[in-house]
């Protein structure tokens, strides 16, 4: 195909978000399908490179699912989708253009906590827009959490190719006891956590494994403190990883979400990204060596 110009693109674009409802239940959150026009999708989808050509990252949710033969403790991350050119591209400078901010923050001006408006009111810009192109594997999972208060708005495109992963998206939580989640773990609950981490970490290789099970979860060791037990919560709806769907939320006290790959049977691409506090912020991925 003759790609569109990025104009014409961002114009679709915008236009869907503009349309779509705001579902307050079980928070405010956006589903799009069919955010970018079908022609442009299927190039899309063509252009994402083989894992093979793309870096091992880790990020969080990486490596804590259900362990199997073949799950992995990293995802992938395309990292010449800031330079390249063709339909990637063209779908790179509209999320990153600032008419594509300016719709989600003006879409959840309601849901976004008024301490946050400073940072996009009145034409402020102290925020920026993060994404990267990424590929989660078998085992990919993070429990319930609401996200960390830097974030204004989180973001996915689902980039499957067929229908095979549609309940696999984003699972929205619902606590089974509010007061409970905001007590959070327990002091003592804490004190073991660091009291394993600490005996685990004489262990060549021990605390990964400790931090990335149950045992961690239940005990708030490592990254695990920042997200809550499974057991705590109800999945309420989940935002499908259909192809060309495009799910967005304003993070807030009850925003809480989660996702587990445990099962998944081959790959989940997802363009993946925040419009986060701060003018000059970047995306906290590690490469993988």
Not at 3 to 32: F, N, R, S, T, W
């Amino acid at each position: 195909m003759t790609l569109p110009a990025v104009k014409a693109i961002e114009a679709h674009v915008l236009g869907k978000i503009a349309k779509a409802q705001v579902i307050d239940e079980p928070y405010p959150h956006i589903l799009v399908d069919n955010l970018l026009p079908a022609d442009l999708y299927a190039e899309v989808v063509a252009a994402v490179p083989p894992t093979s050509e793309m870096e091992r990252v880790s990020y969080p949710g990486t490596g804590f699912g259900k362990k199997t033969a073949t799950s992995r403790d990293y995802g992938f991350r395309h990292r010449a989708l800031k330079t390249t050119d063709g339909p990637l591209g063209v779908v790179r400078d509209v999320l990153a253009s600032d008419a594509f901010a300016r719709a989600l923050l003006d879409k959840f001006a309601t849901s976004i906590p008024a301490e946050k408006h400073v940072r996009f009111d009145n034409g402020s810009a102290d925020f920026s827009t993060v994404f990267d192109l990424q590929v989660d594997l078998e085992g990919y999972a993070i429990a319930p959490h609401p996200d960390i208060p830097s974030k204004l708005v989180t973001f996915q495109i689902y980039l499957s190719p067929d229908e095979t992963l549609a309940k696999q998206g984003t699972f929205m939580c619902v606590p089974k006891d509010n007061d409970r989640v905001k007590r959070g773990r327990t002091k003592l609950a804490l004190a073991a956590g660091r009291a394993i981490a600490l005996v685990s970490k004489l262990v060549p290789s021990a605390y990964a494994r400790v931090e990335r099970s149950r045992l961690g979860e239940a005990f708030g060791i490592g990254d695990q403190r920042a997200w809550f037990p499974w057991s705590w919560f109800d999945v309420a709806k989940v935002a499908p990883a259909l192809p060309n769907n495009f799910f967005a939320f304003a993070p807030n006290e009850r925003s809480y979400h989660a996702v587990t790959m445990d099962g998944l049977v081959g790959e989940r691409p997802v363009i993946r990204g925040f419009i986060r506090a701060g003018a000059d912020t970047s995306n906290w991925i590690a490469p993988r060596m």
